[in-house]
């Protein structure tokens, strides 16, 4: 059976850093296409970033230079290094695990990420 679960996520001061992590379990982590995806009630998803199972990345606009996704295949483990948080920043905040870059697959139970003015 396949697991993503998050955590990491809490309340941060506008300009603080948080990490968040994913440990996937039941499919064959270091293959995957890992995603990092973020809602806000009311408002359609957006993906913050992904990255292959080689390493390469990619961000939406609204966080370059701010976040960092990352992951270690030894520890099945996804991260999220957000650094100079905004109030906008405030969602929740999803792991994904996909087959390729235009997938959505199986998802986590998401972690709540919200900043503070």
């Known amino acids: 059976q396949v697991h993503l679960v998050e955590s990491g996520g809490g309340l941060v001061q506008a300009g603080g850093s948080l990490r968040l992590s994913c440990v996937g379990s039941g499919f064959t982590f270091s293959s995957y296409y890992m995603k990092w995806v973020r809602q806000v009630p009311g408002k359609e998803r957006e993906l913050v970033a992904a990255?292959?199972?080689?390493?390469?990345?990619n961000y939406a606009d609204s966080v370059k230079g701010r976040f960092t996704i990352s992951r270690d295949n030894a520890k099945n483990t996804v991260y999220l290094q957000m650094n100079s948080l905004k109030p906008e920043d405030t969602a929740v905040y999803y792991c994904?695990?996909?087959?390729?870059?235009?997938?959505?697959?199986?998802w986590g139970q998401g972690t709540q990420v919200t900043v503070s003015s």
């Open positions: 994904n695990a996909a087959t390729a870059p235009s997938r959505y697959g199986y």
């Open positions: 990255i292959t199972s080689g390493g390469s990345t």
